[in-house]
């Protein structure tokens, strides 16, 4: 199994390396260069090998983690919800809340709009503590737009930007700053849409 764990951990170091020298502007999260992906899926595939391998072991269910995280940003989805669901059977506690938000990201993608609705509102619920509940919000606001649900949209936005955890140097507070001003700027309330991304660009 070591020599799976050392392919698997190579394949996902050429990723980042290949993510990291992108020129400037043509890198994008959630449009990774279809290099990228390939690298992300390979690696995803080993760890779901190496998991296979240590099935009795302690480290089972990290590997399932791993590989689960690999294929979404190889932007395979359907692997990805299959990890992402097998690992919430496994495992009772450790990374649940990211599991929740992962696999809502997957249904979203599908438009099955009413399950990652479920899936967000359970991660808030339930773990209203961990730090993966500010990407949930992100997601959510987008679900809400999807379905015209403007003032939802904005109230999600608004309780990371309003978090006494949430700072400026964090992505999900940049990414909430311009998402409330374009849901303000499409509402035509242009001042306000003028205040907000006038602070985004700051």
């Not at 779901?48 to 932007?75: C, H, M, V």
């Not at 696999?103 to 209203?128: F, G, I, W």
């Not at 992505?171 to 001042?191: Q, V």
Request: aromatic fraction near 10%; include cysteine.
């Amino acid at each position: 199994d070591l020599a799976v764990q050392f392919a698997a951990d190579a394949h996902a170091a050429w990723a980042r390396q290949l993510v990291a020298e992108s020129p400037q502007g043509e890198f994008s999260e959630r449009h990774p260069p279809e290099a990228v992906r390939n690298q992300f899926r390979i690696a995803a595939k080993l760890h779901e090998r190496l998991a296979e391998l240590r099935f009795t072991q302690r480290d089972y269910p990290e590997n399932i983690w791993i590989s689960a995280k690999y294929y979404l940003q190889g932007r395979d989805y359907d692997n990805a919800a299959r990890l992402l669901r097998k690992y919430l059977d496994i495992e009772t506690r450790a990374h649940h809340a990211e599991a929740l938000v992962g696999l809502a990201e997957v249904m979203l993608t599908k438009e099955k709009h009413a399950e990652a609705l479920s899936l967000l509102k359970q991660c808030l619920d339930t773990y209203p503590r961990d730090a993966a509940v500010f990407r949930a919000r992100l997601l959510l606001a987008d679900l809400y737009i999807e379905l015209n649900q403007w003032d939802e949209a904005e109230k999600a936005l608004l309780e990371n930007l309003n978090s006494d955890t949430l700072t400026p140097n964090s992505e999900e507070w940049r990414r909430s700053l311009f998402a409330i001003g374009r849901i303000l700027y499409d509402k035509a309330r242009y001042p306000e849409a003028a205040a907000r991304l006038d602070e985004a660009v700051e």
